[in-house]
């Protein structure tokens, strides 16, 4: 298991003063880009072996929301590899080490030069040390709607939507799905489902779906094709 400390930033709340959707996944991000690089496995061995983990799949349960100046530690550890993919938990915890925060993720891990999936390589199997998996309810990782949505007016990917991959950041799209929630809307969970990476000056076409409870949008391209799927569920009082 790999963690770190943090305490809440004002930069990274939402208009309710609490840690934002999109600041979790950022420090997600970066927790596992930690413990991946502390392992010597990171950015600068996957350039050199080719290859490159891309993210399939968010859930992420929001029991309670760290506020301003919240003195959080986050972790994260892998708990299977299963031929190209990659599963991993998260977790935030209060200071009485209370998760308030968990997280499933899968990953995919692709040969660059190739253009497919590729299995780990000897060094990536023994640098990561597999743990039991987060309890918390699992949820399928493909995401349904049953009833036509919305359509909103598209908009095109730029520079700040992107990584150092040169395809949109995983947690852009949570930010740009979050535009077709409704007022008031609290998460209490979040999945994405990705589908394709989205590139420089490509166009995204939003369909958003309203169910009790539950809003998803469809980010796409102008053929109607998904780059990504995102499910917000409202957070249930009590």
């Not at 596992?32 to 859930?59: K, P």
């Not at 000056?201 to 369909?207: A, H, K, L, R, Y």
Request: net charge negative; charged share 30%; aromatic share 12%.
């Amino acid at each position: 298991m790999y963690t770190f400390q943090s305490q809440v930033r004002y930069s990274e709340l939402d208009s309710d003063r609490k840690l934002s959707i999109a600041s979790i996944v950022d420090y997600f991000q970066d927790c596992s880009t930690f413990h991946s690089e502390t392992l010597g496995v990171g950015i600068d061995y996957l350039d050199r072996v080719g290859m490159l983990w891309v993210m399939s799949y968010w859930q992420i349960v929001i029991d309670r929301y760290p506020g301003l100046c919240e003195k959080i530690t986050i972790g994260t550890f892998p708990y299977e590899f299963r031929g190209f993919l990659g599963s991993r938990n998260f977790f935030i915890a209060d200071e009485t080490g209370k998760k308030i925060v968990r997280a499933n993720s899968l990953w995919t891990l692709m040969n660059v030069r190739e253009g497919r999936p590729a299995k780990p390589t000897r060094e990536m199997l023994e640098a990561y040390q597999l743990e039991e998996k987060l309890d918390m309810e699992y949820e399928p990782r493909k995401i349904r709607f049953e009833r036509e949505g919305e359509r909103h007016p598209a908009f095109y990917v730029g520079k700040q939507h992107l990584d150092s991959n040169h395809h949109v950041n995983n947690g852009q799209y949570i930010h740009m799905a979050q535009d077709y929630l409704p007022e008031g809307f609290e998460i209490g969970q979040m999945r994405a489902e990705y589908k394709k990476s989205a590139l420089l000056n490509d166009c995204i076409v939003p369909e958003a779906f309203a169910e009790e409870n539950r809003v998803g949008v469809s980010l796409c391209s102008e053929t109607g094709e998904p780059y990504a799927i995102v499910e917000f569920r409202r957070k249930t009082r009590g």
